[in-house]
């Protein structure tokens, strides 16, 4: 009887726990046992580990082969333990050579799914078991087409293979593969790779009212909602959000390329310290948008972590796809629960919608086509509930654009025109908007909690005496009371001002009304 032992990590997530691959060989009939919790991928990975091992030019042993991945609770899923397998096999054969203390601290960690010919397959999620191996000085051996990935985790070791032959080789030290990855991330666009054009606030003519919603949410990490006729404008106004967005910082991209990795997505490095935008389409169901299917994976308000997420056509999503909205807008957090996994995910997404005025989108436009009744309207907007307006920030009419505007045909002496609106111009101002709240509290105003809201922001009395007759016209919630002062609050930090005044909160007001009379009419 002999026994020798790898090591890898599993998934449950966003954390790896290590994973000890034990391989037993004993005497008896031949039997190939996998135990642990395998899932069905694991489970198959016997026939692959065998025709690999055999195919390699390795001997494959007989008698009676059993794996134990511990723990034995922890649910193990994916091709990424067939390499350590194969090398338990082969050290407990001695056809490679054991590690002084098998079972003491893990020096290094193995992954990879194996061909049938031997060779290293890519696996998923080894950004997340890269920055865990970081942590414990670990290093770590890969399929070179993951290199790259974990190679984005700073004081990660990570050493890339083509094939099993390669490990073989390095561990018997008759080689130097396999190769290191490259020592710093990778650049977003190498070579004479083409480089699209960047998405810039001046594209959109005319818009001025939603252009400065646009930079009140950037500033303040607020939800925004537009409704407009079809062609006016709105995707394309969502679409400048992230630009806007001041960059990832190190620890940030780190956990965004975490969540994606760990995604039905593979990760891009190339996508490394971009802030996500996502864009499900409105046939998305609740798994898609929340779930993340049966294996408990991030659906898209994670995928959208630290970014944008835009739903467009707001109104024809399912109203149960919606509803499950209201929780992740208040908590930044997302709970799966599935029969042998729970894991949580965070979900700090901007909410950016989209949305018609009646069901042909014309209600209101100076074209007059609309003939939705009053019904049909009504119907139409009652799809959208009101616990989720009022998790809402702002509300901004989207209007078409004169063909003056859209043409260019406006000269600067025009009193109708004015300068186009750049998306350096504005970033600078969120930048600053933003520095002013995290050296205040710490964090943006969209984020900050009641019992700090109510001592930072403190209205002038002109200003307490009109959101006072504000909130009783409309009859406002408490929710929509504090989200007035929150949106006001981030228009005196753009205005680089101390204090809040009536101009400040009755700006707020006028990016709220929506909520309150549910009737998203133009403003007059």
Known sequence: MSIAATYCRGQLGLTAPLVQVEVNLGAGLPVFSIVGLPATAVKESKERVRAALTNSGFEFPAGRITVNLAPADLPKEGGRFDLPIALGILMASSQLPTPHRAFGPAPREYYGELSLSGELLPVRGLTLAAAHAAREGHEIIVPLANVRETRLVRHGRALGACSLLDVCAHLRGEQRNPRPGPDRPIARNPGLELVPAPLDLADVRGQQLPKRALIIAAAGGHSLLMSGPPGSGKTMLAQRLPPLLPPLSASEALEVATIASVS???????????????????????????????????????????????????????????????????????????????????????????????????????????????????????????????????????????????????????????????????????????????????????????????????????????????????????????????????????EDSDFIGPAQIAEAVQLRRAVASYSFEPAP
Do not use: W
């Open 264 to 494: 039905s997505l593979d990760m891009s490095a190339h996508d490394f310290g971009l802030r996500p935008f996502r864009a499900p389409h409105h046939s998305a169901p609740v798994s898609a948008l929340i779930e993340g299917g049966p294996q408990a994976r991030p659906g898209e308000v994670c995928l959208a972590h630290r970014g944008v997420l835009f739903l467009d056509e707001l109104p024809e999503f399912e109203r149960r796809v919606l509803e499950c909205l209201r929780e992740p807008l208040e908590n930044r957090t997302v709970l799966i629960s599935r029969a042998r996994v729970q894991a949580q995910y965070p979900a700090a997404f901007q909410l950016v919608a989209a949305m018609n005025p009646c069901p042909c989108g014309y209600l209101g436009d100076p074209c007059g086509k609309c003939r939705c009744t009053p019904g049909q309207v009504a119907a139409y907007r009652a799809r959208i509930s009101g616990p989720l307006l009022d998790r809402i920030d702002l509300f901004v009419d989207v209007q078409r654009v004169p063909v003056a505007d859209i043409a260019g045909l406006r000269s600067a002496a025009d009193p109708g025109s004015s300068p186009s609106l750049t998306t350096v111009v504005a970033a600078q101002a969120v930048v600053r908007a933003r520095q002013r709240q995290m050296s205040r509290s710490g964090c943006l105003n969209g984020e900050l909690p009641l019992s700090q809201l109510e001592v930072l922001a403190r209205p002038s009395a002109a200003a307490r005496e009109l959101l006072k007759q504000v909130f009783e016209r409309l009859a406002l919630t408490a929710r929509s009371y504090h989200r007035v002062l929150r949106v006001a609050l981030i228009i005196a930090d753009l």
